[in-house]
């Protein structure tokens, strides 16, 4: 599972090795906090998919991760099972209009984005 890492300027995904491979992408994801709309707490990623996989991989209501591609642009998605609520973030001005990630502490997640701590030397979320 990826850790997110919450610091004063920007939102960290550090993806692992295997997920990596999954998504055929090199780098982690780090998003500007400047630059997240909005977030949402959803029960069931799966609703919020748009668009085809390009690159990535799939395997239906199991594990969905990497890009998709929709006719307004290209999301990043990272959901693994059934069961596990997920974060929604509408970004702006990114690479990736929507990243989608599974993680059973999305209210730990939203609330560490709400409080900007300048001196804060970020904050680790599983």
Do not use: C
């Amino acid at each position: 599972m990826a850790d997110l890492h919450v610091h004063p300027d920007r939102l960290e995904i550090r993806l692992t090795p295997a997920e990596k491979v999954l998504a055929l992408r090199r780098e982690n994801l780090v998003v500007p906090r400047s630059n997240i709309r909005s977030v949402a707490i959803t029960e069931d990623p799966w609703i919020w998919i748009r668009g085809i996989r390009a690159p990535g991989a799939n395997v239906p209501l199991t594990l969905a991760v990497g890009t998709w591609k929709f006719h307004g642009g290209k999301d990043f998605l990272l959901i693994k099972g059934k069961q596990r609520s997920a974060v929604v973030l509408d970004l702006e001005g990114e690479e990736y209009s929507r990243v989608i990630v599974s993680t059973s502490h999305a209210t730990k997640l939203i609330a560490a984005l709400r409080v900007v701590d300048e001196h804060a030397s970020g904050e680790r979320i599983e």
